[in-house]
């Protein structure tokens, strides 16, 4: 029980030594101190107190090897501790300070995947992920011979069908709220932005499926138009998807319009 009380003590001790050292470096005026002191601390997992000192030495130095090492890492300390926001502009800008750096690629490449980290689930606005499929690919325009070619190519994959399932689901919740114009037109871009869509029958079928809704709910001046429409599309899907599970239900809809059109063509004789 003695030792343990005394190792205890003993760890307190230290570390308010240890503090005490930090804070006596970061007041002092030598800046060869503070670098090496920061050099450790950034080995040690201890990035953000490196950084207060990188900042210092890099206010004092910045044209200076250990300037520039100190401003990436800055950055590169918020990226490990998870502050997207700092380690997205300190990196951004390295780029911009020392793009002849050997750690230029390497901050380009974090600086995107700030962007990454800061991307949304597929519910929410999609802004920031159109952002970082940019900032990728602008990497990649820079560096087309990078390692990091296979990996950046996977994260903008992954971006972009987060992309899709939001156009995805965006269709659905036009689709069950019964806003047949938007439903049609939100699916008709769906199928040029992703035309190799694992999405695309079920969608081709919302598609036919509101297409006929919105033709019974027009008026008597578009009605025709858009029951011609309906029937390309179906046409269309037959075509595609001959085996569909959504087939035999389409096929009520164009037998249903077939009707209309010859009433509707009646009527207008």
């Not at 003695?2 to 307190?12: D, E, M, P, V």
């Not at 800008?93 to 991307?119: D, G, I, N």
């Not at 952002?131 to 990728?136: E, F, Q, R």
């Not at 932005?193 to 008597?220: A, G, Q």
């Amino acid at each position: 029980m003695k030792i343990s009380a005394y190792l205890i003590l003993l760890t307190g001790v230290l570390a308010i030594s240890a503090c005490s050292g930090y804070n006596k470096v970061v007041k002092s005026d030598d800046y060869d101190r503070k670098f090496e002191m920061a050099n450790q601390l950034y080995d040690d997992g201890s990035e953000l107190r490196a950084v207060t000192l990188y900042e210092q030495v890099y206010q004092r130095m910045p044209k200076t090897g250990e300037g520039e090492l100190s401003y990436f890492r800055i950055g590169k300390g918020y990226y490990l501790n998870n502050d997207y926001v700092m380690a997205g502009y300190y990196l951004a800008q390295f780029t911009q300070r020392f793009p002849f750096s050997p750690k230029a690629e390497e901050a380009m490449f974090l600086s995107a995947m700030c962007s990454v980290e800061s991307s949304p689930e597929a519910s929410l606005d999609q802004t920031e992920t159109e952002i970082a499929i940019n900032n990728l690919q602008q990497f990649i325009d820079k560096y087309p011979e990078t390692p990091l070619l296979d990996t950046s190519n996977l994260i903008i994959d992954q971006l972009r069908f987060k992309l899709e399932v939001k156009s995805y689901n965006s269709v659905k919740l036009y689709a069950k709220t019964e806003n047949y114009h938007s439903a049609v037109s939100a699916a008709l871009t769906f199928f040029d932005d992703y035309p190799r869509s694992k999405f695309t029958e079920e969608l081709y079928y919302i598609l036919v499926k509101n297409s006929y809704l919105l033709s019974k709910n027009s008026i008597e001046s578009k009605k025709m138009e858009r029951i011609d429409d309906t029937f390309e599309r179906y046409r269309n899907f037959v075509v595609q998807f001959p085996e569909s599970k959504y087939r035999s239900d389409l096929a009520g809809y164009y037998d249903l319009l077939v009707k209309e059109k010859e009433q509707l063509t009646l009527s207008n004789q």
